[in-house]
């Protein structure tokens, strides 16, 4: 097709040129050959002017760019232009322009009819000095199928195709394009609906801020059905997409679960720990500060005599029990409840939520009934019951390990109470604490200090009036509080395992003592009773440190007994009677003390190597005057003599009572009546006047 008034021919291709017709007949023939090719190519010819419109264009234009040659001409080239590649095609026209018939690559996208971009190549010839021509021709090749399949292999490639992760590629909207084969894989295994149904549910999210970051990104985890997976985001500029690599962390998950809840759990019964209790605590109070909820309470539970079962029945059976104890909490209390146990037999009970204080005390009382019940292990039905403490937050403003204390607090005052399973704690027990603390403070400096003292109590013949044994009593000279009485510090001594030092000294001064008396009065028949705790009964070396107590001081072991009491025996049912047969053999005598106002059984009298017991003074001072307390002491006293056991009468503040336990048999008696505490002095007067009752 003629471009200028001037003919311009293109002879078809052949081996032998064809026979010459006439002028007229070939240049017809020639054109037409030439518009045939022209129109059936698949390549675009175009011929733009010096000003960059357009001068000619060939029709394949419409087959490839849905124009009429016709509307084109004389339009800008650059309306066609995609305004990314503007600038670059400019300089190339531009460039064209300064090197005459010589060829530029160019590539270059141009907008389709219905708006799409497509991509042409081709190549750029500036023949604006041919007289013919007068223009710069560009002859180019729609390439964007070749394009899109060369992108694709690209991507593929950039995909590993043998990795058993799932892979996925993403377009920057983080629609998923392709996947590799692990990818594929899990879809068909686990029946999901398409590739983006492996991906996160904030994957749109984890898409933008990878491309705002231009960095990668790691998805902590997202779970799709039973299995596990992290993700990690890696744009990818160069495609215009973003690829998402997966790695299943299923049994990573299981394992670290798992450790976080044992980290967080009591192994034995799978409740909550302290931890995860103090942190519930903490969160409950920031709800109840900000007025979320209403009042919140904690409950310190302490399980009563739960060593009497682990030390008698094993530690299997005591297992078993505190799991007992720890289903009746959970079904005692509410579902949104939080039950922990803290070790040994103390567990915790956190009460969110309350409407009101008054729900706490019904709540405990539930547990505390609960747990009363008995329980059947195998053989064995066991009776056990719990001391509750209970601290309530109505302002969130209390601190959570204040808040514990405060019900551990009312927890001791509840076990240390006759009648109450619980108690509400309130500012007097935090005055009381305070004020044991500085008493626990004082008592460990005052053994250092020389502050202890011992003084004696008479224990008189009923038979024949004369004084054969004295007890030991400990006194604490406070050098600001003066003298406090044993009833307010040896339960904190006991409780600290104080009394342990302060029971060798007790020991050791009363043997000195009582060996300097002896060597003083020769005629003189005294015994010396000291007390035992039950911490002290339970102290492994107590045999060995009696036995240097008495090598020290040159004391005979006839002239000691010790005393114990009923609860010490309970405290300690498996080593109480071995470490009792221990101190037997050396020659120690060994009393019950207190007898009437514990837990001991008839067979443990039995069996027990005893050679006596005390009848408690709340008996002793009720007599003559309670006819049923009187028959008691009389069948107490019968009970001793037929085991074998000498009876010592406590408290006799009377000529009434003493006659009266005389008439019962008693041999021995100690009281008021027969004489007060007195310090070492005042007893070396006694033995001196060898005075008689």
């Given at each position: 097709m003629p471009v200028t008034d001037r003919p311009y021919s293109i002879l078809p291709p052949s081996d032998d040129p064809p026979a010459l017709p006439g002028p007229e007949a070939a240049r017809g023939e020639s054109e037409a050959y030439f518009r045939s090719l022209v129109e059936n190519a698949r390549d675009v010819i175009h011929v733009i002017n010096a000003d960059r419109t357009t001068r000619y264009i060939t029709p394949s234009v419409k087959r490839l760019l849905g124009y009429e040659p016709?509307?084109?001409?004389?339009?800008?080239?650059?309306?066609?232009?995609?305004?990314?590649?503007?600038?670059?095609?400019?300089?190339?026209?531009?460039?064209?322009?300064?090197?005459?018939?010589?060829?530029?690559?160019?590539?270059?996208?141009?907008?389709?009819?219905?708006?799409?971009?497509?991509?042409?190549?081709?190549?750029?010839?500036?023949?604006?000095?041919?007289?013919?021509?007068?223009?710069?021709?560009?002859?180019?090749?729609?390439?964007?199928?070749?394009?899109?399949?060369?992108?694709?292999?690209?991507?593929?490639?950039?995909?590993?195709?043998?990795?058993?992760?799932?892979?996925?590629?993403?377009?920057?909207?983080?629609?998923?394009?392709?996947?590799?084969?692990?990818?594929?894989?899990?879809?068909?295994?686990?029946?999901?609906?398409?590739?983006?149904?492996?991906?996160?549910?904030?994957?749109?999210?984890?898409?933008?801020?990878?491309?705002?970051?231009?960095?990668?990104?790691?998805?902590?985890?997202?779970?799709?059905?039973?299995?596990?997976?992290?993700?990690?985001?890696?744009?990818?500029?160069?495609?215009?997409?973003?690829?998402?690599?997966?790695?299943?962390?299923?049994?990573?998950?299981?394992?670290?679960?798992?450790?976080?809840?044992?980290?967080?759990?009591?192994?034995?019964?799978?409740?909550?720990?302290?931890?995860?209790?103090?942190e519930r605590l903490t969160t409950a109070l920031l709800r109840v500060r900000r007025r979320e909820s209403g009042v919140c309470a904690v409950l310190f539970l302490d399980l009563d005599r739960f060593k009497v079962v682990n030390d008698s029945l094993g530690h299997h059976v005591g297992d078993e029990l505190l799991n007992v104890v720890a289903d009746r909490i959970?079904?005692?209390?509410?579902?949104?409840?939080?039950?922990?146990?803290?070790?040994?037999?103390?567990?915790?009970?956190?009460?969110?939520?309350?409407?009101?204080?008054?729900e706490a005390t019904l709540i405990a009382g539930r547990v505390a009934s609960s747990l009363a019940e008995p329980v059947t292990l195998g053989d064995y039905e066991l009776f056990t019951a719990a001391s509750i403490g209970i601290a309530l937050a109505e302002s969130g403003g209390e601190r959570p390990e204040d808040l514990l204390r405060n019900a551990d607090m009312a927890m001791y005052r509840a076990k240390s109470s006759a009648t109450l399973s619980c108690e509400v704690f309130d500012a007097e027990m935090h005055a009381r604490a305070v004020e044991r603390l500085s008493l626990e403070t004082d008592l460990r400096r005052a053994l250092s200090r020389d502050e202890f003292s011992l003084v004696y109590q008479p224990i008189v013949s009923l038979r024949t009036g004369a004084m054969v044994g004295l007890e030991a009593l400990l006194r604490w000279d406070h050098p600001l509080r003066g003298r406090i009485s044993p009833a307010d510090f040896v339960g904190v001594a006991e409780e600290t395992g104080i009394i342990l030092p302060l029971g060798v000294w007790v020991l050791n001064a009363a043997?000195?003592?009582?060996?300097?008396?002896?060597?003083?009065?020769?005629?003189?028949?005294?015994?010396?009773?000291?007390?035992?705790?039950?911490?002290?009964?339970?102290?492994?070396?107590?045999?060995?440190?009696?036995?240097?107590?008495?090598?020290?001081?040159?004391?005979d072991p006839r002239h000691l007994k010790l005393e114990i009491t009923e609860s010490a025996i309970i405290d300690n049912p498996g080593s109480a009677g071995a470490m009792l047969r221990q101190l037997k053999e050396i020659g120690i005598q060994v009393q019950m003390d207190d007898f009437g106002?514990?837990?001991?059984?008839?067979?443990?009298?039995?069996?027990?190597?005893?050679?006596?017991?005390?009848?408690?003074?709340?008996?002793?001072?009720?007599?003559?005057?309670?006819?049923?307390?009187?028959?008691?002491?009389?069948?107490?006293?019968?009970?001793?003599?037929?085991?074998?056991?000498?009876?010592?009468?406590?408290?006799?503040?009377?000529?009434?009572?003493?006659?009266?336990?005389?008439?019962?048999?008693?041999?021995?008696?100690?009281?008021?009546?027969?004489?007060?505490?007195?310090?070492?002095e005042g007893i070396r007067a006694l033995l001196a006047e060898q005075r008689r009752w």
């Open positions: 016709e509307e084109l001409i004389g339009a800008n080239v650059m309306d066609l232009v995609h305004p990314e590649d503007a600038a670059r095609i400019l300089e190339e026209l531009v460039r064209a322009r300064a090197v005459p018939s010589t060829g530029l690559p160019l590539e270059v996208r141009v907008r389709h009819r219905d708006g799409s971009w497509r991509i042409f190549e081709g190549v750029g010839r500036n023949l604006l000095l041919d007289p013919v021509v007068r223009g710069v021709v560009v002859n180019s090749r729609d390439v964007t199928e070749r394009r899109r399949r060369d992108d694709q292999i690209r991507r593929l490639a950039a995909i590993p195709e043998q990795s058993p992760n799932p892979l996925l590629e993403c377009d920057l909207a983080g629609a998923p394009q392709y996947v590799n084969p692990a990818a594929e894989r899990l879809i068909l295994d686990m029946r999901l609906d398409g590739p983006a149904a492996l991906l996160p549910r904030d994957h749109e999210s984890l898409i933008r801020r990878c491309l705002q970051q231009s960095a990668g990104i790691r998805h902590r985890e997202a779970t799709v059905g039973p299995r596990v997976f992290t993700w990690t985001y890696h744009p990818q500029p160069s495609l215009n997409a973003v690829h998402v690599f997966g790695e299943e962390v299923t049994e990573q998950k299981r394992v670290e679960d798992r450790l976080i809840h044992q980290a967080l759990h009591d192994p034995l019964t799978g409740l909550p720990n302290r931890h995860l209790f103090m959970r079904a005692a209390v509410r579902l949104t409840d939080t039950v922990a146990r803290f070790g040994g037999d103390e567990f915790a009970v956190l009460l969110d939520g309350l409407e009101a204080a008054g043997c000195a003592q009582l060996a300097e008396w002896r060597r003083e009065f020769r005629d003189a028949r005294i015994a010396l009773s000291v007390n035992l705790s039950a911490k002290q009964l339970g102290q492994r070396d107590l045999v060995d440190v009696i036995r240097a107590a008495l090598r020290d001081t040159g004391l106002t514990g837990y001991s059984s008839l067979s443990s009298l039995h069996t027990l190597p005893l050679d006596g017991l005390k009848i408690d003074r709340s008996f002793v001072s009720r007599v003559p005057g309670e006819p049923a307390t009187t028959q008691m002491v009389a069948t107490i006293a019968t009970l001793a003599h037929g085991l074998g056991l000498a009876v010592i009468a406590e408290g006799v503040e009377t000529v009434e009572q003493m006659e009266l336990v005389r008439s019962l048999n008693c041999e021995y008696a100690q009281g008021y009546m027969i004489s007060r505490p007195l310090d070492p």
